[in-house]
């Protein structure tokens, strides 16, 4: 009830979930009714958010794919979201059979629903902590208890980092996350930027993601972006945006003036 203190594992209806309005964006049913009204607000104001959001799962795939063929098979998903059809463990199982998988999230309801889902595969797990905490996530005693750090990871962060103020240093975490993994991993982020849209479109998209737990969105721009790759050799076309990543595209400049997803993979050399 409104006005009713709710400790941090209780899954509140009334209070919009950005994993659950992803999930409604990518059409699942995962959502209740304040997920829906948020999502709808951005959409409203922002209708191509559809095509962006599920241009991100497709990326997801691609990028899976690709790392397990260069001989990735341990992989760390943070923000995973809210479980949907070609998740992580599935695409990395079916490349490269014996692939680990570590999904990471804050969120109960992304929790419960994954542990239901996982229960059964003993490759794959998720684990409860911060990505504003990047140290409680790398020395994870089930995190260091199956990932080897001294062999290649996939390092998965997308669609997470936007909703990291840039007080909160989101390049630092994005570092510390970085800093134990061997060569030949490979880091693969998405973020979101606002494009050439008029600034009281903005206040809308901002205003919902306001109301979630997350507390709001920050855009960034394609050199702001860039930063969280330093430390990486770029692979692919560089960071472009989330439907035009391919591995072997050719680098080129982005179209900037539609508000959408920036994506970019590097390699930890």
Known sequence: M???????????????????????????????????????????AMPNVLEFTRANRRLLARAVTMMAGRGVRQFLDIGSGLPTRENVHEVAQRAAPGSRV?????DPIVLVHARA????????????????EPESIV???????RIDFGEPVGLLLLAILHFVPDEDRPADIVAK??????????????????????????????SAYGRTG???????????????????????????????????????????????????????V
Not at 102 to 106: L, R
Not at 232 to 249: I, K, N, Y
């Open 117 to 132: 889902l996982l229960a059964d595969n003993p490759l794959t797990t998720v684990v409860q902590a911060d990505l504003r």
């Open 177 to 206: 996350l970085r800093k134990p993994l061997a060569p030949g991993s490979f880091v693969v982020i998405s973020h979101g930027h606002r494009g050439e849209v008029t600034q009281g479109v903005e206040d809308q998209v901002r």
């Open 214 to 268: 997350a507390g709001d969105i920050v855009p960034r721009g394609i050199d702001e972006v860039r930063t969280f790759f330093e430390g990486t050799e770029m692979v692919g076309p560089g960071l472009v945006q989330v439907a035009d990543w391919r591995m072997d595209a050719e680098p080129f400049r982005p179209d900037m003036s539609r508000p959408g997803f920036l994506a970019g993979v590097g390699e930890v």
């Open 102 to 106: 570590i999904y990471v999230d804050n």
């Open 139 to 145: 020395d994870h005693p089930e995190v260091r208890g």
């Open 2 to 44: 409104s006005g009713e203190h709710h400790p941090e594992w209780v899954i509140d209806p009334e209070v919009p979930s950005v994993a659950r309005m992803y999930d409604y964006y990518l059409g699942g049913k995962d959502n209740f009714a304040a997920d829906r009204e948020a999502a709808d607000q951005v959409v409203s």
